[in-house]
Every structure is written in C-alpha cells, then in structure tokens.
C-alpha cells in the first residue's frame, strides 16, 4: 500500500498537479501582492495629499494675521486655533509638543524652505507628520521665509486598517483560490493522462502477446497521433509476428513429418546394419571398415531422427508425462547400469529421495547430462545425488577445460556445439535442449556452470518427497 502510495506521488499526474498549484500559489501571491502595494500606494498618497492641501491652505490662510515677530503667545494661540497645526517653532521659540517631529524632518524645512512630510511610527500606530515655513511678503512684495515653521500629525491608523483589511481579502481569495486550482489541475491531468493510460494498458496487452489490441482514436491532437501509431505498429507488429508464427508452424510440421518419414527407412536400415555387425567379424579391408561406418552412422542418424522426433513433440504441446513416485537413487543408477557407466562414473546415491518422476524422461535428463561430461569433459566424471530444502539436487561435474563464458548461455540452444570441430562429433546438439524441457514439464530447473578447481558442472534440481 505505502510503496502504490509512493508510486502515485512519483507518477506524472501528481507531478502535473504539484506544479500547477505552484504556479497557482505564485501567482495568487504575486497578485495579492502587487494589489497591495498599488493601494497601500494609491491610499496613503490621497491622504498626503489631502493632509497637506488642508495643512498649506490653513496656513496660507492665517499668515497675513500673524504679527511677525510672534512671542510665544502669539505661537500658543496659533496652534490653538489653527486646524491640523500641532506644534509652531520660532527661533527659540516652540509651542506645542515639539517632541514628535522628527529632527531630519525639521533640517529639511529649513533647508528646503518648502512643504515636506514623514511617515513615523508612534507607539504602533502609523502617523504622518507635515512640516512647512510661513511665508511673508517684504517690501518688493516677494514671499520670503518668515522664520516662522508649523508642524501637523496626522494618525493613519484608518488607512492602514483599510488596507490591512484589503490584504486580508486577498489571502481569503487565495485560501478559496489554490484549493480550487488543485481540484482542476487534478481533474485536467486526469484528461491528460486518460490517453497516456491507455497507450499504457495497450503496451501491456502487446507485452502478454495480445497483438490485437488496438487504441481508440479521439481528436487530432498529439494524444491521438501517438494513438494512430501505436495501431499502425501493433498492426505492423501483428502481421509480422503471425508471419513468424505460420513459418515457425510449418517448419515444426516440416521437421515432425520429416522425421516420422525417415522412421520407417531408419527401421529397415537399422535391421540391415545388424546383419552387417554380425558379418563384420569375418570381413576383411575395406569392406569391414565400411560395414562399421555404415553401421554407426546409422545409430546416430537414428538418435537424431529420435531426438527430433521428441523436440517436435514438445513445440506441439504433444509430450506426455507418467510420474509416479520413485527412489531417485535408484533410478539414476538404472541409467548408468543401462549404458555400461558404472565404471567411468563416480556416484553418491544417498537412497530415500523420492520424487514424483516421469522414469523414461528423467532417465532421458540423465543419460544426456552424464554422456555430454563424459563426450566432452575428462575424468573423473561425478554423479552426486542430494536433498536441499524442497529439492532433489542432481549434479554432474567433470575435469574438463568447462564451459567459455561465451557458451554458457547457449548450452541449451538447440544444434549448439561448442567447437566447430565436433560438427561430426556423437552428439546431435539436441541433447541439452532435450533435457531442459523434461526438466521442465517435472517442474524443475537445470543450471549449467563451471566448477571453481575446473570443469563443466550441471545442477537438476526436481520438487521433491520426504
């Protein structure tokens, strides 16, 4: 369940639906973002600018009243009465609390000689102080600065609430937004992937050998190409392979009719070949050497026509099987007893091993496993017989060259020979081949390897009883 569940979060759809809340998440973040700094901008200009028109036009008002130089009753009363001044500095002179203007703010309106504000912060709450010169007329009727400055404080905490409260709906916006993208980006990677799936499914279906399968065709987009091809190759495919399949059948069938022709021939021939065995004794020269030619010859063309015989009842589902419970000591020495190996073979035949056999094909296995070491390898040639878990383990060794590593993983292939210099040799290159199937249809398995001080060395290993 946890590795599906991983698999899941690994896969494509999960990926396409990460990346589409990413990029919900971004941009609800970068436009919640950007809106807030345009009205925190747009909100805290407007009340600048309305604070200081109000501020210029107050002052500009009250200026040709004021009696310059002014004495600090005269500074007293004109913060008093004038609205939005909270404090008026001359020289030395200061009425009101002074405190909350900052100094750099001062600097500039006496520098400056003009309107000039600062935000601050006072105990948490945003305010805005405005400073500006009272500007008199001299003789020449030119405004020149009077000396005189006066200072507002305006608290922003409504604007910074209005907009608090704007940024607030934006992350109520988002919170609403980014579930809802994750909801359709879920929704439209499954459109997406939809085909994907399909083609996958179909993929498998060609895998198991189902070369009918085909892919519907919706719409004309890339999906529906990829759809049309995958037929248009599963066609090729099925076509292709069918061909393979009906040669493959008649060769088979070419090889089963050849071989039971040559049954009939072979049978007169081998009866012939016994007369000559007899007479062989008495002749001399030539004709003793051909009549033994003749002879072996005839045995072996006889073993391959057997041998092929048999590897056409395996590829047509024909092979039969008799299993009945045995001692596997026992049988395999029956093998070596039939063949006059008991005195090239070393065996250790532990009795008490039973398994459920067919005796004519594991006598097969057998016979085609110890005759390849002793064609092949060199003495000593071993057959050991052993119990290993639920197995019966039979294994063959000998004190050959072994088996090249280029060889191994042809040993079972059939017409297979090592060397070219035994294309005359006994063997039929089917032997192997032979003995794998039968291994098989026991259920069992056989491993073909080299033994580490030297030598070829073959494991049967057949489900056993005890």
Same mark, same amino acid.
Do not use: C
């Given at each position: 369940?946890?590795?599906?569940?991983?698999?899941?979060?690994?896969?494509?759809?999960?990926?396409?639906?990460?990346?589409?809340?990413?990029?919900?998440?971004?941009?609800?973040?970068?436009?919640?973002?950007?809106?807030?700094?345009?009205?925190?901008?747009?909100?805290?200009?407007?009340?600048?600018?309305?604070?200081?028109?109000?501020?210029?036009?107050?002052?500009?008002?009250?200026?040709?009243?004021?009696?310059? *130089?002014?004495?600090?009753?005269?500074?007293?009363?004109?913060?008093?009465?004038?609205?939005?001044?909270?404090?008026?500095?001359?020289?030395?002179?200061?009425?009101?609390?002074?405190?909350?203007?900052?100094?750099?703010?001062?600097?500039?309106?006496?520098?400056?000689?003009?309107?000039?504000?600062?935000? %601050?912060?006072?105990?948490?709450?945003?305010?805005?102080?405005?400073?500006?010169?009272?500007?008199?007329?001299?003789?020449?009727?030119?405004?020149?600065?009077?000396?005189?400055?006066?200072?507002?404080?305006?608290?922003?905490?409504?604007?910074?609430?209005?907009?608090?409260?704007?940024?607030?709906?934006?992350?109520?916006?988002?919170?609403?937004?980014?579930?809802?993208?994750?909801?359709?980006?879920?929704?439209?990677?499954?459109? %997406?992937?939809?085909?994907?799936?399909?083609?996958?499914?179909?993929?498998?279906?060609?895998?198991?050998?189902?070369?009918?399968?085909?892919?519907?065709?919706?719409?004309?987009?890339?999906?529906?190409?990829?759809?049309?091809?995958?037929?248009?190759?599963?066609?090729?495919?099925?076509?292709?392979?069918?061909?393979?399949?009906?040669?493959?059948?008649?060769?088979?069938?070419?090889?089963?009719? %050849?071989?039971?022709?040559?049954?009939?021939?072979?049978?007169?021939?081998?009866?012939?070949?016994?007369?000559?065995?007899?007479?062989?004794?008495?002749?001399?020269?030539?004709?003793?050497?051909?009549?033994?030619?003749?002879?072996?010859?005839?045995?072996?063309?006889?073993?391959?026509?057997?041998?092929?015989?048999?590897?056409?009842?395996?590829?047509?589902?024909?092979?039969?099987?008799?299993?009945?419970?045995?001692?596997?000591?026992?049988?395999?020495?029956?093998?070596?007893?039939?063949?006059?190996?008991?005195?090239?073979?070393?065996?250790?035949?532990?009795?008490?091993?039973?398994?459920?056999?067919?005796?004519?094909?594991?006598?097969?296995?057998?016979?085609?496993?110890?005759?390849?070491?002793?064609?092949?390898?060199?003495?000593?040639?071993?057959?050991?017989?052993?119990?290993?878990?639920?197995?019966?383990?039979?294994?063959?060794?000998?004190?050959?060259?072994?088996? *090249?590593?280029?060889?191994?993983?042809?040993?079972?292939?059939?017409?297979?020979?090592?060397?070219?210099?035994?294309?005359?040799?006994?063997?039929?290159?089917?032997?192997?081949?032979?003995?794998?199937?039968?291994?098989?249809?026991?259920?069992?398995?056989?491993?073909?390897?080299?033994?580490?001080?030297?030598?070829?060395?073959?494991?049967?290993?057949?489900?056993?009883?005890?």
């Amino acid at each position: 369940m946890i590795r599906r569940l991983l698999a899941r979060l690994r896969g494509i759809r999960a990926r396409l639906v990460l990346i589409i809340t990413l990029v919900a998440v971004l941009a609800t973040v970068g436009a919640t973002g950007v809106n807030y700094v345009t009205a925190r901008r747009t909100v805290l200009a407007a009340t600048q600018d309305q604070v200081m028109t109000r501020l210029r036009d107050a002052v500009d008002a009250a200026a040709p009243a004021i009696t310059m *130089p002014p004495d600090q009753d005269s500074l007293t009363e004109l913060v008093r009465t004038l609205p939005g001044v909270a404090a008026a500095r001359y020289g030395k002179l200061s009425a009101g609390p002074a405190d909350f203007v900052p100094a750099e703010l001062a600097e500039r309106v006496r520098a400056e000689q003009r309107l000039v504000f600062q935000r %601050v912060d006072s105990s948490g709450v945003p305010a805005l102080v405005v400073g500006m010169p009272v500007l008199t007329t001299d003789t020449n009727f030119t405004r020149v600065p009077s000396g005189l400055e006066v200072y507002g404080w305006y608290s922003l905490g409504a604007e910074q609430h209005q907009i608090s409260e704007f940024a607030l709906n934006g992350w109520r916006t988002a919170a609403v937004a980014v579930p809802l993208a994750v909801v359709l980006a879920w929704l439209a990677a499954g459109a %997406v992937l939809r085909p994907v799936r399909r083609l996958r499914d179909g993929a498998r279906q060609l895998a198991h050998g189902r070369l009918s399968t085909r892919l519907p065709e919706r719409g004309g987009d890339e999906l529906a190409e990829l759809a049309r091809t995958f037929n248009e190759s599963a066609a090729s495919l099925e076509k292709s392979v069918g061909e393979l399949r009906r040669m493959e059948a008649d060769a088979r069938r070419f090889v089963a009719d %050849v071989s039971h022709e040559l049954r009939t021939p072979l049978a007169a021939m081998t009866a012939v070949t016994e007369v000559l065995d007899e007479e062989a004794a008495r002749l001399q020269g030539d004709a003793a050497t051909a009549t033994r030619l003749v002879s072996e010859e005839t045995r072996k063309l006889t073993r391959l026509v057997d041998d092929l015989i048999e590897i056409s009842r395996f590829d047509n589902g024909r092979a039969r099987m008799d299993r009945r419970e045995a001692d596997l000591g026992e049988l395999i020495a029956a093998t070596l007893r039939a063949r006059q190996w008991t005195e090239r073979v070393e065996a250790d035949l532990p009795p008490g091993i039973i398994a459920a056999v067919d005796a004519r094909r594991f006598d097969v296995i057998v016979a085609n496993l110890v005759g390849n070491a002793l064609r092949h390898g060199e003495p000593p040639v071993r057959v050991r017989l052993s119990a290993s878990g639920a197995d019966a383990v039979v294994e063959v060794t000998d004190h050959g060259p072994g088996l *090249p590593d280029d060889v191994l993983p042809h040993v079972f292939a059939r017409f297979y020979k090592a060397d070219t210099a035994r294309s005359r040799s006994e063997g039929s290159g089917l032997g192997l081949s032979i003995a794998e199937k039968n291994a098989g249809l026991h259920g069992g398995t056989i491993e073909a390897g080299n033994n580490p001080g030297g030598g070829a060395r073959f494991v049967l290993r057949l489900p056993g009883r005890w």
